[in-house]
Each structure stands twice: as C-alpha cells, then as structure tokens.
C-alpha cells in the first residue's frame, strides 16, 4: 500500500496547479507546503514596427519539507513572439505548465 503525500497549498495556486503538484508528487510519503507561486512575464527587444519581440518568463514558488524551506526560480525565453498571434496564451499556458514540471522535480528529487 502506498503512503499519501500531504499537500498544503496557499492562495497563490488555482486548481488546475493544485491537481498538477497533488498528481506529480502522487506516492511519495511525505508532507509538503507549497507557497507563493508567482508568474511573471516581461517584453524584450521590441521590433521598430512593433510586432516582434521576446518574452522572458518567470517563474518562482517555495516550499517546506519537514523543517526546512527553499525557494524554486527559473526563467524561460520565447523567442519572436508576435503581438497579434492567437497562439499566444497557448504558448504562455505551455511554459507556465514547463516550469511547475521542472518545480516538481526539483522537489521529487529532493523532498
């Protein structure tokens, strides 16, 4: 029979990030407390005509495993980005959902 990890989530997570980490950290039997998740996204090198420019994304949160606490950062760059392009919320969801993988690894790997 596997352990349970219990999760202990803030404010600053939805419920689609809260069933990502619950699923991602399914069968390790430990008790976590996920905080602060924040995303952030920044144009770059914005084209004369603007319509091209670079989006540097974001992203932070921490954590407690028994006594002690981290923070997780990381950044991404999507390169030629365009102002008027309907793929852009899907692009931004399919970073945002890069990062909270790589944040749940980092926290897999260790507790």
Same mark, same amino acid.
């Given at each position: 029979?596997?352990?349970?990890?219990?999760?202990?989530?803030?404010?600053?997570?939805?419920?689609?990030?809260?069933?990502?980490?619950?699923?991602?950290? @399914?069968?390790? *039997?430990? #008790? $976590?407390?996920?905080?602060?998740?924040? &995303?952030?996204?920044?144009?770059?090198? %914005?084209?004369?005509?603007?319509?091209?420019?670079?989006?540097? @994304?974001?992203? *932070?949160? #921490? $954590?407690?495993?028994?006594?002690?606490? &981290?923070?997780?950062?990381?950044?991404? %760059?999507?390169?030629?980005?365009?102002?008027?392009?309907?793929?852009?919320?899907?692009?931004?969801?399919?970073?945002?959902?890069?990062?909270?993988?790589?944040?749940?690894?980092?926290?897999?790997?260790?507790?």
């Amino acid at each position: 029979m596997k352990d349970f990890t219990t999760l202990k989530f803030d404010s600053s997570f939805s419920s689609s990030d809260k069933f990502f980490f619950t699923e991602c950290l @399914y069968g390790k *039997s430990s #008790e $976590y407390s996920l905080q602060n998740l924040t &995303f952030k996204s920044v144009a770059e090198n %914005i084209t004369s005509e603007g319509l091209e420019f670079n989006t540097r @994304y974001l992203g *932070s949160m #921490e $954590y407690e495993a028994g006594s002690d606490s &981290f923070l997780l950062e990381t950044m991404r %760059i999507n390169t030629t980005n365009y102002i008027s392009s309907n793929m852009a919320k899907e692009e931004q969801n399919r970073i945002k959902e890069d990062m909270l993988y790589e944040f749940c690894q980092i926290i897999k790997t260790n507790g």
